[in-house]
């Protein structure tokens, strides 16, 4: 069924089984409410510590031999990740806001249980209460690929969502949710991956060419008809041909399961982005205009990212039984160019 377009526009900060390779979320779990801190009983590797970041916020930091990053507990936001000896991968702003109730501009922000203004188009907050809650840290432990795995859980509105962050040669993000509720449940999640990357002019996005997509600027809707409608049938149906470019705003929604690559010549590499159980692909980037609107993000910033996120929004959400659940996957590396 075909959804309205929402667009996503530059005030977003404003407040099956398991997922493969995390832990699964069964139906008998107790769930434990979002606070913020670090389980009871957590240890942390001498790879891994618990410290105030920006604004005072508590933030996980990863210092491992395959690779550093940075977790804040506020909306379990990675902020930061490069592999060792690499460049940083991840976009923040320097003007991103940590007061523990507003978003984080840029990183890893989880769209959740809603994405934009959600299916509807009268979704409050916009984006989700994921990206602005306080998350649970439950474990931290070392990974065989000389990395660091944690482990954050958030329960709220009968919903519980468990979230694995691996820090490493690649930054492996694990979701998966489960439907509290004694009712049928269609939530949208997002991994909203902003990419640092050296001139967003110069970058390609490859891996969506012939995949149809919403225009959520030019107010065009993705219908599910052919290319060419009939009178009458619905919104226009685009499809993506050959590479993303960039060379002005872009929010799009594309109905694409395929994994990216994204190239960054500046910075002689390619982002790669491996997505499981993730049928959207949202590629979204403000230009001058939308960034000069963001008191969070710099007026220059738009130029060094690009957000090429891996979600399941609009039609392809899912529907979430009770007692059961659903996951996703995303994988970000990087390659030489």
């Given at each position: 069924?075909?959804?309205?377009?929402?667009?996503?526009?530059?005030?977003?900060?404003?407040?099956?089984?398991?997922?493969?390779?995390?832990?699964?979320?069964?139906?008998?779990?107790?769930?434990?409410?979002?606070?913020?801190?670090?389980?009871?009983?957590?240890?942390?590797?001498?790879?891994?510590?618990?410290?105030?970041?920006?604004?005072?916020?508590?933030?996980?930091l990863v210092d491992a031999p395959a690779g550093y990053g940075e977790v804040y507990l506020h909306?379990?936001?990675?902020?930061?990740?490069?592999?060792?000896?690499?460049?940083?991968?991840?976009?923040?702003?320097?003007?991103?806001?940590?007061?523990?109730?507003?978003?984080?501009?840029?990183?890893?922000?989880?769209?959740?249980?809603?994405?934009?203004?959600?299916?509807?188009?009268?979704?409050?907050?916009?984006?989700?209460?994921?990206?602005?809650?306080?998350?649970?840290?439950?474990?931290?432990?070392?990974?065989?690929?000389?990395?660091?795995?944690?482990?954050?859980?958030?329960?709220?509105?009968?919903?519980?969502?468990?979230?694995?962050?691996?820090?490493?040669?690649?930054?492996?993000?694990?979701?998966?949710?489960?439907?509290?509720?004694?009712?049928?449940?269609?939530?949208?999640?997002?991994?909203?991956?902003?990419?640092?990357?050296?001139?967003?002019?110069?970058?390609?996005?490859?891996?969506?060419?012939?995949?149809?997509?919403?225009?959520?600027?030019?107010?065009?809707?993705?219908?599910?008809?052919?290319?060419?409608?009939?009178?009458?049938?619905?919104?226009?149906?685009?499809?993506?041909?050959?590479p993303v470019t960039v060379s002005g705003p872009v929010d799009r929604i594309y109905r694409s399961?395929?994994?990216?690559?994204?190239?960054?010549?500046?910075?002689?590499?390619?982002?790669?982005?491996?997505?499981?159980?993730?049928?959207?692909?949202?590629?979204?980037?403000?230009?001058?205009?939308?960034?000069?609107?963001?008191?969070?993000?710099?007026?220059?910033?738009?130029?060094?990212?690009?957000?090429?996120?891996?979600?399941?929004?609009?039609?392809?959400?899912?529907?979430?039984?009770?007692?059961?659940?659903?996951?996703?996957?995303?994988?970000?590396?990087?390659?030489?160019?």
């Amino acid at each position: 069924m075909a959804h309205a377009a929402h667009r996503h526009t530059p005030d977003d900060t404003s407040g099956a089984s398991g997922a493969p390779g995390s832990t699964a979320l069964s139906a008998g779990a107790d769930p434990v409410p979002g606070t913020g801190q670090a389980g009871p009983s957590l240890s942390l590797p001498p790879t891994a510590a618990l410290t105030a970041g920006r604004g005072g916020q508590p933030r996980l930091l990863v210092d491992a031999p395959a690779g550093y990053g940075e977790v804040y507990l506020h909306g379990a936001t990675v902020t930061s990740w490069r592999p060792r000896g690499s460049k940083e991968v991840i976009f923040t702003s320097r003007q991103a806001v940590f007061d523990g109730r507003t978003a984080i501009r840029g990183g890893v922000p989880l769209c959740l249980p809603v994405f934009s203004d959600g299916i509807h188009g009268d979704a409050r907050p916009r984006h989700g209460w994921a990206r602005t809650s306080p998350w649970r840290l439950l474990s931290v432990s070392p990974t065989r690929e000389a990395g660091v795995r944690a482990l954050f859980l958030l329960s709220r509105d009968h919903l519980t969502a468990l979230y694995e962050v691996e820090v490493g040669h690649e930054l492996v993000l694990s979701l998966s949710l489960r439907n509290d509720a004694a009712s049928p449940r269609t939530v949208e999640a997002a991994l909203h991956t902003y990419l640092a990357v050296h001139d967003v002019t110069g970058t390609e996005v490859s891996g969506l060419d012939g995949a149809p997509f919403t225009d959520n600027l030019s107010g065009s809707v993705l219908s599910g008809l052919p290319e060419n409608p009939p009178p009458g049938a619905g919104g226009r149906h685009l499809l993506q041909r050959g590479p993303v470019t960039v060379s002005g705003p872009v929010d799009r929604i594309y109905r694409s399961e395929s994994d990216l690559r994204v190239s960054d010549p500046g910075h002689h590499r390619v982002i790669t982005v491996r997505k499981r159980n993730a049928a959207s692909t949202i590629v979204w980037n403000p230009w001058s205009t939308g960034s000069a609107a963001m008191p969070d993000m710099a007026d220059d910033e738009f130029a060094s990212m690009l957000c090429v996120e891996a979600g399941a929004v609009r039609q392809d959400a899912p529907t979430i039984m009770p007692g059961e659940s659903w996951s996703m996957r995303a994988v970000v590396g990087t390659e030489p160019a």
